[in-house]
């Protein structure tokens, strides 16, 4: 069997390893941190919780009846990847602090360097590094100059005191709603910096009562058939928001206003937090307690910041005094690699081969860069359902797409891909993201780069099996 070198260990790298030990493959981890878990590792700012139900964001392997709430806490999330990391010996095939800055195709398999100067040797490569890794700071006039605590949501800092302060909240995106409620209350003011509004829903979270804990443990099958259910019921919400712009989608985006409206009897902040696009054009988010946040006293909605000044910032015509500085600004995905260079056959750049547009077959693999397969790439991101499907979906591809490898080379022929992304391109061509809105779904040519333009089960039958006629 073969040796494939996994980078990350996140939800996308442990799937891959316990898929590929499972064949007989020597799997070899490497990890830039000193722990595995991903982004349930790095983000531990107040409130950082998942908007998919906890045992549908779970391996369909390694189902958990013990979730203590409908939508867990990244502690929960972290200690379930800890737990399936041991149960499957893991942990010893990771190494840590191992940060790759660049892979390079020698031939016959991949040679990946790490910062620290170590070196590993691979057949295959599976990329596990995710896209919602990087954070974005916006290029704001006078942000060096801010004297107070500064900090991204992705890189929290816990040891900046927040009570009885002043606080700037730049963003209003699916961190920033968890954010702003868990801080209110110790907070002496929450000023909120909001570009654009986003179309927030109800999360419904609640406990899991023990009986239902006991049901899950007990009776056979019980867990998958809730899950199943949770999945269609997610799958369903792709032809209601994200579809052809029809009377069902009017029909959601009317719902939402009305509950708006319903939820902020102030007229004003109602018609502020109201979006003037299309549900599902930028993310839509979930939230229980993101509106009765914004109604209090001590919180204030601003426009964009304009300039950071040193003791504030200025948004339009008007001067706000600041002790901290909180950028929920989201993560720069146009740039998937982040500071990681790979080179293909006859050293080709996988980033100026990008120029700006992130792609591979099924976004995972691309032509040239033989042998090296991507997780969550290109294209399979999603906004009405679980990347963990989209995840398993790509383990199980690859899988057999190495048991196909003719003398150990996996390359798709650059045709192959050219007719995925027309397929892509035609599909997103009506699709509610195209309508007008800037996201980080586009890049700055309009190019949906991002999200898979339909639901999960027609990723599921694109990826049912390897075909190896699209090899090179």
């Not at 790490?114 to 919602?132: K, P, Q, S, Y």
């Not at 058939?225 to 009317?254: C, D, K, M, Q, T």
């Not at 049912?464 to 090899?471: A, E, K, V």
Request: glycine letters at 10%; proline letters at 5%.
């Amino acid at each position: 069997m073969s040796t494939v070198c996994v980078v990350g260990s996140g939800f996308g790298g442990l799937a891959a390893a316990i898929a590929l030990k499972a064949e007989g493959h020597e799997v070899r981890i490497l990890e830039r941190a000193d722990d595995l878990g991903g982004t349930w590792r790095d983000n531990v700012y107040p409130g950082c919780a998942c908007d998919v139900r906890s045992h549908l964001y779970s391996l369909s392997g390694e189902l958990n009846p013990d979730w203590s709430r409908s939508f867990s806490g990244r502690e929960e999330i972290q200690a379930y990847l800890q737990r399936v990391a041991d149960k499957h010996a893991l942990r010893p095939l990771i190494r840590f602090g191992s940060h790759v800055v660049r892979q390079t195709w020698t031939g016959d398999g991949w040679r990946l360097e790490c910062a620290d100067g170590h070196e590993e040797t691979a057949r295959f490569v599976v990329n596990a590094i995710g896209a919602l890794r990087d954070p974005r700071i916006p290029e704001l006039p006078g942000l060096g100059g801010f004297e107070g605590p500064t900090m991204h949501s992705a890189h929290w800092d816990s040891s900046v005191e927040l009570a009885g302060k002043r606080i700037g909240v730049v963003g209003t995106g699916a961190s920033s709603i968890q954010v702003v409620p868990s801080i209110c209350e110790a907070a002496a003011e929450v000023h909120v910096f909001q570009r654009t509004p986003a179309w927030v829903v109800p999360r419904g979270d609640r406990a899991y009562a023990e009986a239902t804990k006991w049901l899950f443990r007990t009776v056979p099958g019980l867990m998958a058939l809730y899950r199943l259910a949770i999945y269609l019921e997610h799958e369903l919400r792709y032809p209601l928001a994200f579809g052809h712009l029809g009377v069902v989608s009017r029909l959601f985006r009317w719902a939402m206003e009305r509950r708006i409206r319903k939820v902020v009897p102030d007229r004003a902040l109602a018609e502020r937090l109201t979006p003037s696009y299309q549900p599902g054009c930028k993310r839509i988010l979930i939230s229980d307690d993101w509106y009765p946040a914004m109604m209090r006293d001590d919180v204030r909605l601003h426009g964009a910041v304009d300039e950071v000044l040193a003791g504030g910032v200025r948004a339009g015509d008007e001067e706000i005094d600041l002790d901290v500085l909180v950028f929920c600004t989201g993560y720069r995905v146009d740039d998937p690699l982040g500071p990681m260079e790979v080179f293909g056959v006859d050293g080709r750049n996988l980033r100026e081969v990008w120029s700006g547009r992130p792609q591979a077959h099924l976004g995972i693999l691309m032509p040239g860069f033989p042998n090296a397969f991507g997780l969550l790439g290109p294209n399979t991101a999603l906004g009405h359902n679980s990347v963990v499907i989209m995840i398993e979906a790509q383990v199980r591809w690859l899988v057999q797409a190495i048991a196909h490898a003719p003398e150990g080379v996996v390359d798709v022929r650059r045709e192959v891909l050219d007719d995925f992304l027309a397929d892509i391109d035609a599909a997103h061509t009506d699709q509610v993201w195209m309508s007008g809105c800037r996201s980080w779904y586009l890049n700055e040519r309009g190019e949906n780069f991002t999200i898979w333009p339909g639901s999960t089960l027609s990723y599921l039958w694109a990826t049912r099996r390897f075909d190896p006629s699209i090899l090179a």
